[in-house]
């Protein structure tokens, strides 16, 4: 009988297994947080909403709170604030959604006009057919941001001890520093873009409101809430407001040249705004590349739904943030967007003259 000799494995074909389970591991995560949106999109969103409240939580859990009662507070105050505001405009939301048929039938009415068709309007119980989809999911979406608030609260009070307890967990030192600089970055880096996109936005929202009210638009407190939510949405949001607003023209004033100066004007302080103000108080290393946020705004539609279309982009951005701060996946980050490999090199750079130079002022100081 011939022997059966074992092959020992080389250092190359370990490495290689090894990437390869990983790959493995990854692509079954992905599928599963496709196939599982009712999980994965609330998971998701609690997520994001522990890193935007971290720093607040943790200012309060230095000031001697509990981060139990922190984590409450801050919830109670984000859900109080987003209540009030929806409050102030829940009679022009009302107005608007009243009036949806009636901007239905300006639009089969203008797109016929300009085809040359005829019988575009749908028929009268049309609207309500697609409508009652997205009453049905309202429930559903009241238990998915339940379950997000739930799931956010057990990550601000127990996240920080899970994190600790998985960096014990590296083996080696080095890798144990770049992801404790990956997780320094997503809680510093991260959590300051998501506070102060949420901030341009909501102003965003409110100075359209204000600039279409002074137009004397109808329903203008509509389109500003409409607006600033559309927002989180990079440049399909913008495109989905317009459309908006031109309807709520041609329901309004009929096919005339008025209609399209309220979408004129809110085009001018969307540009404003995404290519002056966004940059300037985000700075250059957390823009993304355009066909990126494309690319990610219709996966994520598309597994996720409208959540996973508001979703993708704060996704996307704490990606970025976290590849830049990897030493090793820091080219990927480059593919994400622009400006990051440079500002990080030379972080790193500046980082080690400042090691070398405390490494001989120690070694002065001992001779």
């Known amino acids: 009988m011939s022997e059966i000799r074992a092959v020992p494995v080389t250092t190359v074909g370990r ?12 692509l079954l995560l992905l599928g599963v947080l496709i196939f599982s949106r009712t999980i994965a999109v609330p998971a998701l969103a609690a997520v994001l909403l522990s890193i935007a409240l971290f720093p607040v939580v943790n200012r309060a859990a230095h000031l001697g709170l509990p981060r139990a009662i922190a984590s409450i507070l801050s919830l109670a105050a984000l859900l109080g604030a ?36 005829r019988n575009m309007r749908g028929e009268p119980g049309a609207l309500l057919e697609m409508l009652t989809p997205l009453a049905a999911g309202i429930g559903s979406s009241l238990v998915a941001i339940g379950t997000s608030l739930i799931l956010c609260h057990f990550i601000l009070t127990c996240g920080t001890s899970v994190g600790r307890a998985a960096l014990a967990a590296v083996r080696t030192r080095d890798r144990r520093r770049a992801w404790l600089r990956v997780c320094v970055s997503i809680r510093t880096q991260a959590a300051y873009y998501l506070q102060l996109v949420t901030l341009i936005n909501l102003v965003f929202g409110v100075v359209t409101g204000l600039v279409l009210t002074v137009m004397g638009v109808e329903d203008a407190a509509a389109y500003g809430l409409i607006a600033g939510l559309m927002n989180f949405i990079p440049i399909v949001g913008a495109m989905i407001t317009t459309l908006v607003i031109v309807a709520g023209g041609l329901a309004e004033h009929g096919a005339s040249g008025v209609i399209l100066l309220p979408a004129i004007v809110f085009l001018l302080l969307h540009i404003a705004e995404s290519q002056f103000v966004t940059p300037l108080l ?74 070398r130079a405390t490494w001989r002022r120690r070694v002065t100081l001992k001779a």
């Open 282 to 355: 985000l700075g250059r290393r957390l823009l993304l590349n355009p066909l990126i946020v494309i690319a990610g705004v219709l996966v994520g539609a598309t597994a996720w739904g409208i959540g996973g279309a508001f979703l993708a982009v704060p996704i996307l951005t704490s990606v970025k943030i976290a590849l830049d701060a990897h030493p090793t996946l820091r080219p990927w980050g480059q593919v994400l967007g622009r400006g990051a490999l440079a500002e990080c090199d030379a972080d790193d750079r500046r980082r080690a003259r400042l090691r």
């Open 82 to 117: 987003s209540a009030a505001l929806l409050w102030a405009v829940h009679m022009p939301l009302a107005q608007l959604a009243a009036r949806a048929p009636e901007l239905v039938d300006a639009g089969y009415d203008f797109a016929a006009r300009w085809t040359g068709q």
């Open 15 to 26: 490495d290689r297994l090894v990437r390869l389970m990983k790959g493995c591991v990854v």
